[in-house]
């Protein structure tokens, strides 16, 4: 028989061994769910670029690219096939009421579909390129950005939506007006495009009333915290800069590896999703300002990201066609 130091000795070495190994697995089950985790779902909708939202209510999701399409969000059923729409939508927002979705097409229109009939409203036309999108929170009002044919001048536009009429015409920007977003309480709309700056427009009577700097950068994409506290923005030059609204100051630049093209806050406010040419997305806490999630496998780059209403899951949607979907742990 052993002796008893010896046999002390040897069911340390054994608890240290087996309490490795443990350690080693919960590592990699925590880094397989965050880091390149494999897609609750996934579908090829389309040839071309295909985005996709959550309804409000987070029980299904709706696809956008030859057609609008609902999905169930737990079983991943396709539940209707609400709209045949006439050409690829290149833009795509839904409503946050969720009776509406807005797509911009090649023939440089807006056309507004009821939800969940799919019956088409009406087309808005006066645009002289494809059109991006955005609601206002309150759903009354729809602000739509483009550029000029040879891209000399920048169009913003804000229009209402239960008649169609143009509210009001923003003046000309100096170069193309790549994204838009609303501001939480409506009063404010966010533009930006090739100048490498982010305005900060005043929805009643159509005036810049601040302007955020990204220096050297054309940006492509911005978005706005849900408790209106913080501004991201990001663009060609591979960087995700946040800034701290209230006070204007430049919180922090988030590195990329390739343009970033989508961005969306959680509902807690601190961690953003971000879609980028390499083909994958990825969820940044810009409160500690570290990466923490990471989803890849598209075959494409990335146009689109959204999280669910309860943060639970992320929808990609990328120029391959196809769309996939994430639990975020």
């Known amino acids: 028989m052993p002796r008893p130091k ?10 240290a061994i087996v309490l490795a190994f443990g350690l080693a697995l919960g590592s990699w089950i925590w880094y397989s769910k965050r880091w390149n985790p494999r897609p609750l779902w996934s579908q090829r909708v389309g040839i071309y670029q295909s985005q996709a939202q959550f309804a409000p209510d987070g029980k299904h999701f709706v696809v956008a690219s ?3 399409r609902f999905f169930d969000s737990r079983s991943h059923l396709e539940t209707a096939k609400v ?4 050409s690829v939508a290149w833009s795509f927002a839904l409503s946050p009421d969720g009776h509406l979705a807005a797509t911009g097409h090649y023939d440089n229109a807006i056309r ?7 019956a088409l409203i009406r087309t808005l036309k006066g645009h002289d390129a494809i059109p991006n999108l955005a609601f206002s929170p309150d759903s009354k009002l729809l602000a739509s950005g483009s550029w000029s044919q040879k891209m000399s001048r920048g169009e913003i536009r804000l229009w209402n939506v239960a008649s169609g009429q143009l509210m009001r015409r923003f003046p000309d920007q100096p170069t193309f007006v790549s994204d838009l977003a609303f501001a939480p309480n409506g009063k404010t709309l966010f533009s930006v495009g090739g100048q490498g700056r982010v305005k900060a427009w005043n929805v ?7 302007e955020f700097v990204a220096a050297k950068d054309s940006l492509l994409t911005v978005a706005i915290s849900p408790d209106g506290k913080r501004l991201a923005a990001g663009g060609w030059k591979q960087i995700v800069h946040v800034w701290n609204l ?5 919180e922090c630049d988030l590195p990329g590896d390739a343009e970033v093209r989508d961005l969306q806050f959680a509902a807690d406010s601190e961690r953003l ?4 040419s390499t083909k994958e997305a990825s969820i940044w806490n810009v409160v500690t300002k570290t990466k923490t999630h990471r989803f890849g496998g598209h075959r494409q780059l990335l146009y689109s990201v959204c999280f669910s209403p309860d943060n639970s899951m992320l929808l990609s949607g990328g120029a391959d066609g196809e769309i996939r979907l994430w639990r975020v742990e």
Not at 83 to 86: E, L, N
Not at 273 to 276: F, L, N, W, Y
């Open 204 to 210: 009643a009577d159509g005036r810049v009333v601040r």
């Open 6 to 15: 010896r046999a002390a000795k040897e069911i340390g070495l054994l608890f």
């Open 66 to 68: 030859k057609g609008l």
């Open 112 to 118: 507004l579909w009821s939800l969940p009939s799919g």
């Open 83 to 86: 709209a045949a729409i006439p």
């Open 273 to 276: 999703a971000v879609a980028a």
């Open 246 to 250: 209230s006070s204007g100051v430049l």
